[in-house]
């Protein structure tokens, strides 16, 4: 089980850290996926770190504003996002595939998946 934590309400400009942590699982072999949602708009995916390398992936809209990290003694990856902008408000989902042999960069089927959980909401306002 992933569970999202660490979204809020920030002004434009503003920073947040949002955290996936893993249970039942160790997230060491396993890609992790970042995917937000907003109303009236196709979901994103916007940031991945692969599962044996931490290569990481970013999607033009965030590049150089979202970091992606892991800490595997934590069992969490990490999204540190900073100069929110209120393109940024969205519910924010994690995902995980993994593989002891090969790299994933960013777990499949994110963009068609409909099961997604609670996930955490941002809001950024300006």
């Known amino acids: 089980q992933l569970v999202e934590s660490g979204g809020g309400s920030v002004q434009r400009g503003g920073s947040l850290r949002l955290s996936c942590t893993a249970s039942?699982?160790?997230?060491?072999?396993?890609?992790i996926g970042w995917f937000r949602q907003a109303p009236g708009k196709q979901g994103e995916v916007v940031s991945c770190?692969?599962?044996?390398?931490?290569?990481?992936y970013y999607s033009e809209s965030v590049k150089g504003r979202f970091a992606i990290s892991r800490d595997n003694a934590k069992n969490t990856v990490y999204l540190q996002m900073s100069d929110l902008e209120p393109e940024d408000t969205g519910l924010y989902h994690c995902?995980?595939?993994?593989?002891?042999?090969?790299?994933?960069?960013?777990?499949?089927?994110?963009?068609?998946?409909?099961?997604w959980g609670q996930g955490t909401q941002v809001t950024v306002s300006s």
């Open positions: 995902a995980a595939e993994g593989s002891y042999s090969a790299v994933v960069t960013c777990p499949t089927g994110m963009a068609t998946r409909t099961d």
């Open positions: 039942g699982f160790s997230l060491d072999v396993y890609a």
């Open positions: 770190i692969s599962n044996l390398n931490n290569k990481t």
